[in-house]
C-alpha cells in the first residue's frame, strides 16, 4: 500500500516558511538530513551497547548532545514555537524487544504524547504546548520500523483518551532516512512500526517547549554541572525547567504552586 507512505521528496523543496506551514496543516514536518554521516557515525560510536537511555538519568555524550542545538533543527522550532525555548526531556531507544501487541499490530497503538495527567508522576510532557523530535539514525522502511502519523490529528478535540486506534484508517508512514529528523506536534497522533527483522531501531527522540508552557506539576531540573559546563545557547535551553504558565488541556490557567 505505497499510497498510505507520506512522500519524503515533498520535504527535500520546503523553505523554512513552508516547513512551518506544513507543520501548523499536518502536525508534524519532516527535516531531510539535519545530521551528518559523519555526525551519526560519531553518535553510534558513543552509544554502542545502550539501548536505552533518558537523558535525565545519564546525560549523553558530545555527539548526541550536538543534537540539542542542531541549528536546522531549532530554526524550525523556533520559528514555530518562538525564540524562547526550553529543551525538556531526550530518549535514545533502539526499541529492540517489542512486546506482543505490538509485533502483532507491526506499530505501537497509536497515541498522543501530550500527557496532562501522568500515572506515574512524571509531569514532562504535561506542557500545554511542546513538539517531539525524532531523529533516525537508519532509514525506515515501509515493513521495517516505519512512523506512521495521522495528518492534522493535532487538531483533533482532546478527550484524554490513550489509545486512538479509532483513527487508524488515516495514519500514513513516514519513511524517514538515516539522518533525518521529524518533529511532531504533541498532541499529534502517531506511532512507531515495528522493525519484522527484529534488527535495531536506533533514534532519539528530543522534547521542546515554548518558555512560556510550564509543566502542570513540578520537574526534575537538569543536573546542575550539565547546565554550568554548557554553552550559553544551550544553558538557555537548560535552565529553568519550571518557568511559565501551567495551562491545562483546555486552556485554562492553574494555580502557580511553588
Ligand atoms: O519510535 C518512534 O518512531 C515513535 C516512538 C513513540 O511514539 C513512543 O515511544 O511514544
Not at 555524550?61 to 525564540?83: D, H, K, M, T
Request: charged share 25%; hydrophobic share 40%.
Amino acid at each position: 500500500m505505497t499510497d498510505s507512505n507520506v512522500d519524503r521528496s515533498t520535504f527535500e523543496v520546503l523553505s523554512l516558511g513552508q516547513q512551518q506551514q506544513y507543520y501548523s496543516e499536518n502536525g508534524f514536518v519532516l527535516l531531510p538530513a539535519v545530521v551528518s554521516p559523519e555526525q551519526m557515525a560519531r553518535i553510534a560510536a558513543e552509544v554502542g551497547g545502550s539501548q536505552r537511555y533518558d537523558f535525565a538519568e545519564r546525560w549523553p555524550g558530545p555527539a548526541l548532545e550536538g543534537l540539542i542545538c542542531n541549528p536546522r533543527l531549532l530554526g524550525l522550532v523556533r520559528r514555530c514555537y518562538g525564540e524562547d525555548l526550553r529543551f525538556f526531556k531526550a530518549v535514545y531507544a533502539e526499541w529492540l524487544y517489542p512486546d506482543e501487541a505490538t509485533l502483532r499490530m507491526g506499530r505501537q497503538g497509536l497515541h498522543r504524547d501530550y500527557m496532562p495527567d501522568p500515572e506515574d508522576g512524571d509531569f514532562r510532557n504535561s506542557c500545554v504546548s511542546w513538539c517531539n523530535v525524532g531523529h533516525y539514525l537508519i532509514d525506515l522502511e515501509a515493513d521495517e520500523g516505519p512512523l506512521w502519523v495521522v495528518p492534522g490529528s493535532h487538531r483533533l478535540a482532546w478527550t484524554g483518551e490513550r489509545s486512538l486506534e479509532q483513527c487508524a484508517g488515516d495514519a500514513r508512514r513516514v519513511l524517514a532516512k538515516a539522518g533525518d529528523a521529524v518533529v511532531f506536534h504533541n498532541r499529534t497522533v502517531h506511532a512507531g512500526g515495528v522493525m519484522r527483522s527484529g534488527r535495531p531501531r536506533p533514534s532519539a527522540f528530543l522534547s521542546y517547549r515554548p518558555a512560556w508552557a510550564a509543566p502542570l506539576g513540578r520537574v526534575p531540573e537538569w543536573p546542575t554541572p550539565v547546565v554550568d559546563r554548557a554553552s550559553p545557547p544551550l544553558r538557555a535551553l537548560l535552565a529553568g525547567q519550571n518557568d511559565g504558565l501551567r495551562i491545562d488541556a483546555w486552556g485554562l490557567v492553574q494555580d502557580q504552586q511553588e
